[in-house]
């Protein structure tokens, strides 16, 4: 059987990357061993007036190199002789420095690292996810917890890596170079490819080609490419990122849809919610038992988040902190009515939204179509960006008027920047509600610690589209 492309592949990297920095090792010590042979023969002769043969010489240089003594030829009084062997003990020294971590370290890992899978397991029974990145985290999060077995087949081999070092099932390769990797696919439970829109399109057709009839997921970038997607084959395509910005969207304002903030759905007519608790709400500091929330409003309080840890609610001793968000589980039209009484959100001003990415502009976008007054911040700028500068400087927060706000939409493309500009907008306007995105859901918690009042990311959004199809 010929050699598989991949194989082939990792091979001739492997010659570019290590062998050919042990190749030029191996090519460069005999030099300098015969430059310093040479070298020391002329000091010797001139300079100590005591001559070494050219086989002495060498030897003296390779002891030198390898740091295993001169013998009884250690004794020179001219100071340039004493200076050329000090110089050349030095020259041998830095080899041994450099010789292990970046020639022969890096030549022995990649010779017996562990090779990557390049064929489908057995797909009976299991899901396979095209391309691994923050949108499909949550959903391998649920596959894992529900024991649904799954494979991830990735074409970046860093990512491959760190993916197996986590103890998923994953296989490297390439649908252009390696047409033959979907073996197998058509035994598959479900397919869903989170590839840029191209990529996600071949996948498709190479999957369907193969036999496949189950269901296809696919995550597009761009929604202009939902239908030609479903056209050659695609079950149903999401847009995380667009509705991602509906969601974001619709908690800033009432107007596109007054719903509980931070909904997620159990069923038709359940849902687990989390809100803050603002400190002029008639919930702060009180007990859960003075409150009777589940018999007044059939809400249950399941805990609070509180400095970002969470605290289960214990029983009716249970005191409500202000500032904590509160995670209450009931049918949602109750949800609504326990969310106004722990956030009694302003429905006036204009909406201020900060970053004008691909969420950022769905965003816009939606606010703008329902009536909003939205005020655009980005530190590029653009035609439909109002105030340009960079939303950590209270001169930027000024001029967008944020402390006039019905509320703050961060829809900043990197986590550390979006929590960090979280603290420093709450801290500038600690009354005017705050709503910011995230790409990882463990962040979550920590825009939330930092004074969020609704965090969502693009992986629990997709994750729940997904985990409900």
Do not use: C
């Amino acid at each position: 059987m010929p050699p598989h492309p991949n194989r082939r592949r990792q091979v001739v990297g492997h010659f570019k990357r290590s062998t050919k920095r042990l190749f030029i090792l191996l090519l460069s010590l005999p030099l300098v061993i015969l430059a310093g042979a040479l070298l020391y023969m002329s000091g010797m002769s001139y300079l100590e007036h005591s001559p070494r043969d050219f086989w002495t010489s060498l030897e003296w240089a390779a002891e030198t190199l390898t740091t295993t003594g001169y013998g009884s030829d250690s004794h020179w009084t001219h100071p340039a002789m004493i200076l050329f062997v000090i110089f050349f003990e030095l020259v041998g020294m830095s080899f041994y420095v450099l010789v292990f971590p970046v020639f022969f370290l890096p030549y022995f890992e990649e010779r017996f690292e562990v090779r990557l899978p390049a064929r489908l397991p057995a797909m009976a029974g299991r899901v396979l996810i095209h391309r691994y990145d923050p949108a499909v985290d949550s959903l391998v999060e649920e596959l894992r917890r529900v024991g649904t077995a799954f494979v991830i087949l990735e074409q970046d081999e860093r990512q491959a890596r760190r993916l197996r070092d986590r103890g998923y099932d994953v296989v490297f390769g390439t649908l252009d170079e390696q047409p033959g990797i979907l073996a197998g696919v058509e035994a598959a439970q479900a397919l869903i490819t989170n590839a840029d829109d191209h990529a996600d399109a071949t996948f498709i057709m190479m999957a369907r080609e193969r036999g496949y009839r189950g269901p296809i997921l696919a995550l597009a970038e761009n929604p202009l490419h939902r239908q030609p997607m479903e056209k050659i084959g695609a079950t149903a395509v999401f847009t995380p990122s667009h509705v991602l910005g509906a969601a974001l969207a619709s908690r800033a304002s009432s107007r596109i849809s007054p719903k509980v903030e931070g909904l997620q759905l159990l069923g038709e007519r359940v849902g687990i919610a989390d809100f803050r608790v603002q400190s002029s709400s008639p919930l702060a500091g009180k007990r859960l038992g003075d409150l009777r929330l589940r018999a007044r409003y059939g809400a249950t309080v399941i805990g609070q988040w509180i400095g970002g840890r969470f605290a289960p609610a214990e029983g009716p001793e249970t005191s409500i902190e202000p500032g904590a968000i509160l995670v209450v589980a009931g049918a949602h039209a109750n949800l609504a009515r326990v969310e106004r009484l722990a956030t009694p959100l302003r429905r006036h001003g204009p909406i201020v939204v900060a970053g004008h990415g691909i969420v950022g502009r769905k965003v816009v976008e939606m606010l703008r179509d329902a009536g909003e007054t939205a005020i655009v911040i980005d530190i590029r700028p653009d035609a439909a960006v109002d105030v340009v500068g960079n939303v950590l400087e209270h001169a930027t927060l000024d001029d967008a008027q944020v402390r006039k706000a019905s509320a703050v939409v961060l829809a900043l493309s990197n986590d550390s920047a979006g929590v960090f500009a979280t603290a420093v907008v709450r801290d500038y306007a600690p009354e005017v509600p705050l709503i910011a995105r995230v790409n990882l859901a463990p962040n979550v918690a920590r825009l939330y610690q930092a004074g969020a009042d609704f965090a969502l990311s693009v992986g629990q959004v997709a994750g729940q589209i997904l985990a409900h199809h």
